[in-house]
C-alpha cells in the first residue's frame, strides 16, 4: 500500500509540474521567442510548421524537465520511460512510420472515392519546395515524439505501478482526449478518433515495450495529415501544403473543419492497425520501470 500511493504521488506530481513548466513555457516564454524572432502575427495562431515547432520545443523541454525531475526520484534517467535504447528501436520507429503514413492515405483514398476530397495540382512554388517538406518534417518530429513522451512515457509507467497498464492506458487516453477540446468546432466524433489512436499507441507500447513505434506513427500520421493531404484542424488550413486541396460533401466522409480525424473512415482504418499490430507482436512486451537506489560509492579501507 506504502508503494502504491508513492507511486500515485509521482504521477500527481508529474501532473503538476508538467502544468506549470507549460504554462510558463508555452506562455511568456514562447510570446518572447516569437516576438525576438518577429514572427508575423498573422502566423502566430496559425496552422504554420514555423510556429508550431517553437512551440513544440518548448513542450519537449517542459516535458523532458518534468519527467527527468521525477525520475530522479526514481535513480533512473528519462529515457528508460519509453525510449529504451535497445537493439531494435530503430526498426520499431520505422515500423511506426509505415503505419503512420498507411492509415490517413487510406482515410485519403476513401473521402477521395466518396467524393469528400478533390486535388487541384500542386500548391508548393519555387523555392517552397525546400522549404516547407523540410520544415514540417521537423515539426512533427517533435510532435511525435513530445506528444509520446508526455501521455504515454513517465504518467503511464508510475500509474500502471498503481492500477495495472490498462487502467491507466485509459486514464492517459482521456486526459489526451481532453487536450484536444480546445480546438475550434470541436466535436463528439473527433475525440472519439482521438482516444481511438490514443488507444491504438497505448497498445503499440503494451506489445512492443517502447515508444518507438509510437513516435514514428504519430509523426508520420500527422505529416500526412498536415503536409500532404492539407487536412483542416479546428477551421484552420495548414500553410504550407503539398496541394491545392478542397474537402466538399458531408463531414462524415471528410471530417469537416475537424480534417481527417474526424472522418468515420478513421475508425475501420486503426482498427485495421490494431488487428495487424497483434498479429506481428503477439505477445505483451511491457515491462514496468520499478524505482530503484543508487548505488553508494566504495570506500577506501
Known sequence: M?????????????????????????????????NALAIPQVFRNALEPRTMAISETLFLIAIVLATQLLA??????FWV??????????????????YGVLAPALVGAFMFAFGGF?????????????????????????????EELAFRGYPIYALSRVTGFWPAAIVMTLLFGAAHLGKTGENAVDIASVMFIGLFVCFTLWRTGSLWLAAGFHFAFDY?????????????????????VTFPGPAWVNG??????????????IAVLFAIVNMLHPRARFADVTPRSLPQPSRAL
Open 256 to 269: 469537416g473543419p475537424l480534417g481527417t480525424e474526424a472522418s468515420y473512415f478513421i475508425f475501420p482504418v
Open 81 to 98: 520511460y519509453g525510449f529504451q535504447r535497445t537493439g531494435d528501436a530503430l526498426r520499431r520507429f520505422f515500423e511506426g512510420i509505415g
Open 72 to 77: 530522479l526520484t526514481e535513480r533512473r534517467p
Open 224 to 244: 500526412m495529415q498536415f503536409f500532404v493531404i492539407g487536412t483542416r484542424n479546428g477551421s484552420q488550413e495548414p500553410l504550407g501544403h503539398l496541394f491545392n
Open 118 to 146: 478533390r486535388i487541384g495540382g500542386f500548391a508548393l512554388h519555387g523555392g517552397d519546395w525546400f522549404v516547407y517538406p523540410l520544415l514540417w518534417l521537423i515539426t512533427m518530429l517533435l510532435v511525435g515524439f513530445t
Open 2 to 34: 506504502k508503494a502504491r500511493l508513492l507511486n500515485l504521488a509521482r504521477f500527481v506530481g508529474y501532473l503538476a509540474a508538467t502544468y506549470v513548466l507549460l504554462n510558463f513555457f508555452q506562455g511568456s516564454l514562447f510570446t518572447a521567442i516569437v
